[in-house]
């Protein structure tokens, strides 16, 4: 094979470490979604979490996912909706867990491949966590524009990874 040839089929870091993070995401117990996220410090991988119930209790496939229904009032064409959504609640967020297993002093300066954008929540720890950027790959509409102005207010790189495709084997569908 030649250089360029190679060059051609060699995987960009985006797309290498998204690769993990969704791999990672396969280890997620939750039916609901499947979410990855892993630490990279220069291009050193430091850390991997998904999200999951904490060790040693019982997880959404023994017992079933914790469903809680939020409210959320969005203004559509000038109108306020109230728009009701459940979601699963017994998994701690995988960006969670990446910070609790992670050290501060690993994380200045560093970059967080997630699978899918951060919630408000885990956008909030991000932001306090020492990271200076956070690359996602799937959309997460809700606080999506609050989300995005707390980065910018903190200075930090806040992206989506495009054109990307997950590898097939952690392929799942999204329930939100
Ligand atoms: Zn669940
Ligand atoms: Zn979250």
């Known amino acids: 094979m030649n250089t360029s040839a190679h060059e051609a089929i060699r995987k960009d870091w985006d797309t290498y470490f998204m690769d993990i993070a969704y791999m990672v995401s ?3 117990r ?8 892993v630490l990279v410090q220069g291009k050193k991988l430091l850390g991997t979490a998904y999200n999951g119930a904490p060790m040693g209790v019982h997880d959404c496939l023994e017992a079933g996912c914790m469903i ?5 009032v969005k203004l559509i064409d000038g109108a306020e909706q109230v728009i009701r959504k459940q979601r699963c609640i017994r998994t701690i967020h995988a960006e969670q867990n990446l910070l609790l297993f992670t050290d501060r002093a690993n994380r200045e300066g560093s970059t967080v491949y997630v699978t899918d ?3 408000w ?3 909030n720890m991000l932001a306090n966590s020492g990271v200076a950027e956070v690359v996602y ?3 997460y509409p809700k606080d999506s524009d609050k989300v995005y102005e ?6 930090i790189r806040f992206r989506q990874v495009d054109p990307y495709a997950a590898p097939e084997q952690a392929q799942m569908e ?3």
């Open 26 to 28: 396969t280890r997620s």
């Open 30 to 37: 939750c039916p609901r979604r499947h979410v990855g996220a």
């Open 68 to 72: 809680a229904e939020e409210i959320e």
């Open 117 to 119: 954008q951060p919630c």
């Open 121 to 123: 929540t885990c956008a």
């Open 137 to 139: 790959h799937r959309g």
């Open 150 to 155: 707390l980065m910018r207010q903190k200075g």
């Open 174 to 176: 999204v329930t939100s």
